[in-house]
């Protein structure tokens, strides 16, 4: 059974992971999956890979969760999608999600909400927004998953399912095909139960894409790669490894929401590490309190924009079509036209109408929040400032790490002080229970969730979690690794050493 197997495995590295189930789980239990090629899935032939809906594939359909595309067919595959297929990897199906990516227990869907394959029977949350993706590795149904990661959403799910997800810094992987939830912050994630894989998966991935105009070029390519090679690491034993690399305690990285049960494992991971020779350093990264209003102002902010172009029109042709039908009818038969038949007189009261149809509600609080601070009036006070967080959190992490951000440096400088990583627990608590209806409690509870997660996404940083051990709670948590913008060979270099 590749679950229990799995769970063995995991057990090996912390000590503390140990099945709670026995038997293996399958989709209909988990509902990971929004569509399979059965074919494919049971072919004893090239590794299983799933990819999040939120990426147009040419196989299948891509709805994004949301209602507003639920019969959209794009027709081509995004370049991650053929980069895959002609390694060999077969592409099983398409994942369940939040609606459009926005969400972290993947409860926003038109498809309803992913179960936890930790233990199905509890009917806890995989996480999101790509909790389809985690919960089919998490469950042996694929080798690997792809999601994407604008705020935590590679990184969650991979939390609280027990497994690696992986979040390159941002302009490494290609977006041509991914829809766009918020550009500057989007980035094209990976998941596995171990390094190994995800590093695969990752090699195959991180190409220049000339159709992606924020692909990173070819030089700064090279220049992480040449950085990577001189720094010789890359064959090092797990101890002369760790004995050349600083850690990273950021003090800021426990909040009041965080459940304390949790810091067991993270204890855990600190004294292995030191164990293996690593030197862990106390560090302050005091923008990070700001960081999640900051997340949450740009983000909804570019959402309204990137939503604007749906009008319900061009892929959810059915809906509109019958409402306007049914008014035809209803005058035919000479019955007074009710209210809501009269009511779209122009396109515009009917791409209001398909909006308010095809959109879900956190969808809708997202542009409207996104409007607003985009407004004359706001824009000032919550845009720009949100956008000067945004730079201050930047330089937080550029003044800790020993590595300079190769965006931006020419020169390959790695200093004497600094740190390589910064380690953190990827959540405040384990996998949150889902409610009977499968609907959150509150819009804040799920925004805290990714407290921790969002000032990589702001900074463009790559970070990875990795499984940890357990919550008091018996189930599993997840320790975050960050590095410095295009450290993402040695970061999983350490994902590796660690798992
Ligand atoms: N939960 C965050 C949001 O809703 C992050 C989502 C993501 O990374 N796609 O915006």
């Not at 992971?17 to 929004?34: P, Q």
């Not at 929401?257 to 302050?284: H, M, T, W």
């Amino acid at each position: 059974n590749v679950r229990l197997l799995e769970k063995a495995k995991t057990a090996r590295f912390f000590g503390t992971l140990t099945s709670s189930r026995h038997g293996s789980v399958n989709n209909s239990e988990i509902n990971a999956f929004v569509s399979v090629n059965d074919n494919l899935a049971n072919s004893a032939r090239g590794r299983r890979v799933a990819i999040k809906d939120n990426i147009c594939t040419k196989d299948f359909l891509t709805t994004c969760s949301s209602s507003i595309l639920r019969t959209f067919d794009p027709g081509y595959d995004a370049t991650l999608a053929s980069l895959l297929k002609s390694r060999g990897w077969n592409i099983i199906g398409k994942t369940n999600c939040d609606e459009f990516g926005m969400g972290s227990l993947n409860v926003y869907s038109s498809h309803g909400p992913v179960i936890n394959p930790w233990n199905p029977s509890e009917r806890r949350s995989a996480g999101g927004s790509s909790g389809g993706s985690a919960a089919a590795v998490a469950a042996g149904l694929c080798e690997a998953a792809i999601g994407t990661d604008t705020g935590g959403s590679t990184r969650l799910p991979a939390a609280y399912c027990g497994i690696i997800g992986f979040k390159p810094s941002h302009g490494l992987i290609s977006r041509w095909g991914v829809v766009s939830y918020a550009d500057s912050l989007d980035c094209v994630g990976i998941f596995g139960k171990d390094a190994e894989i995800v590093s695969e998966v990752f090699e195959v991935l991180n190409v220049h894409d000339p159709q992606d105009p924020t692909s990173a070029n070819s030089q700064v390519r090279e220049r992480m790669q040449s950085q990577f090679v001189a720094s010789k690491v890359s064959n090092m034993s797990e101890k002369s490894f760790w004995s050349t690399v600083r850690v990273g305690i950021p003090l800021e990285y426990f909040p009041h929401e965080l459940d304390p049960s949790l810091l067991k494992s993270y204890k855990n991971v600190l004294r292995l590490l030191l164990q293996r020779g690593a030197q862990l350093v106390p560090i302050s990264l005091p923008n990070t309190k700001y960081a999640l209003s900051a997340y949450y102002a740009l983000s909804s902010a570019e959402a309204s924009s990137n939503m604007a172009r749906y009008n319900g029109k061009l892929h959810g042709k059915l809906y509109p079509l019958l409402r306007y039908q049914i008014r035809i009818l209803r005058v035919a038969v000479g019955e007074p036209a009710s209210e809501s038949s009269t009511r779209h007189r122009t396109p515009i009261d009917q791409y209001a109408a398909n909006r308010t149809a095809g959109f879900g509600p956190e969808v809708q609080r997202r542009v409207l929040l996104g409007t607003y601070t985009l407004t004359a009036d706001a824009f000032d006070n919550y845009f720009l400032q949100a956008m000067r967080v945004r730079s201050l959190v930047q330089q937080d992490f550029s003044s800790v790490f020993k590595m300079a951000d190769l965006r931006e440096s020419s020169e390959d400088n790695i200093g004497d002080s600094g740190v390589d990583f910064i380690l953190h627990l990827s959540a405040i608590r384990s996998a949150p229970q889902l409610s009977e209806t499968g609907q959150p409690g509150s819009e804040i509870d799920s925004y805290v969730q990714d407290v921790m997660t969002v000032p990589a996404s702001l900074a463009g940083l790559p970070a990875a979690s990795i499984p940890s051990g357990l919550a008091d709670d018996d189930w599993p948590v997840g320790v975050s690794i960050v590095g410095q913008w295009g450290s993402d060979h040695l970061l999983l270099k350490a994902c590796k050493e660690l798992t």
